[in-house]
């Protein structure tokens, strides 16, 4: 099974660069997903990994190193409608998604 | 809209009583899956199908649920005997496939509240 961890509350500044990190163990990695949930909304698909490395879309960047069962969401020029709650979620083989907690992020002015 | 629906948005049932909910896939999806989500948690699978058959179970899915997805489209998830600790967010998603970047596309939840 995996055991998935990530900050409960981050502030930033508008504007700014913000970095979420997310850890987790697994015993068969396929896959690194994250998503955003504003407050009472579905989540929303943002970024997946499956290779180390960077993947860029936009504002949002999103890092994984399969060796660390490290990963990171970069969201950067920071906007009020950031503020929202960040889903770390992982697949193995042949399981479903397995989300952690999740971030919840709150952008000031 | 040809997103993910579910029904009803909101229910609030006294204890002991049966609540069935419905979700409807994105038409051409294959993968059904339910969630429960509860206030300051991440989503956590119940439950998920492939076309009509039910994959896999969560240890979390007592006998009081039950989920259907009788000609592989809609779903229903019921759970009977309710009781105050399932209070909670309830969310169908749906997918294209498992492999590769076939992400969830999540429906709008049903809230349920026992009293």
């Known amino acids: 099974g995996q055991n998935i961890d990530q900050p409960t509350e981050m502030t930033a500044t508008e504007g700014a660069i913000v970095q979420i990190n997310c850890t987790y163990q697994?015993?068969?990695?396929?896959?690194l997903f994250w998503y955003q949930q504003h407050a009472g909304e579905a989540p929303t698909f943002l970024s997946y990994n499956v290779l180390d490395g960077l993947e860029e879309k936009g504002r949002f960047s999103s890092f994984l190193s399969r060796s660390k069962g490290y990963s990171y969401l970069l969201l950067k020029e920071l906007q009020m409608k950031d503020s929202a709650s960040y889903l770390c979620?992982?697949?193995?083989?042949?399981?479903?998604?397995?989300f952690g907690k999740g971030t919840r992020l709150s952008v000031i002015a | 809209d040809t997103g993910v629906s579910q029904n009803p948005r909101h229910k609030i049932t006294k204890r002991g009583q049966n609540v069935t909910f419905r979700c409807d896939p994105i038409?051409?999806?294959?993968?059904l899956y339910w969630y429960r989500q509860t206030l300051g948690q991440g989503p956590e699978f119940l439950t998920y199908?492939?076309?009509?058959?039910?994959?896999?179970k969560s240890r979390l899915l007592s006998d009081r649920f039950s989920a259907e997805r009788p000609k592989g489209s809609f779903s229903t998830l019921e759970i009977q005997r309710t009781e105050q600790g399932d209070s909670a967010m309830y969310l169908c998603?749906?997918?294209?496939?498992?492999?590769?970047?076939?992400?969830?596309?999540f429906g709008p939840g049903t809230r349920l509240t026992v009293t």
């Open positions: 697994t015993s068969g990695f396929n896959g």
């Open positions: 979620a992982v697949r193995e083989v042949n399981t479903p998604l397995v």
């Open positions: 038409s051409e999806h294959n993968r």
């Open positions: 998603a749906s997918s294209a496939g498992f492999r590769g970047t076939y992400e969830q596309y």
């Open positions: 199908f492939q076309n009509e058959a039910q994959l896999e």
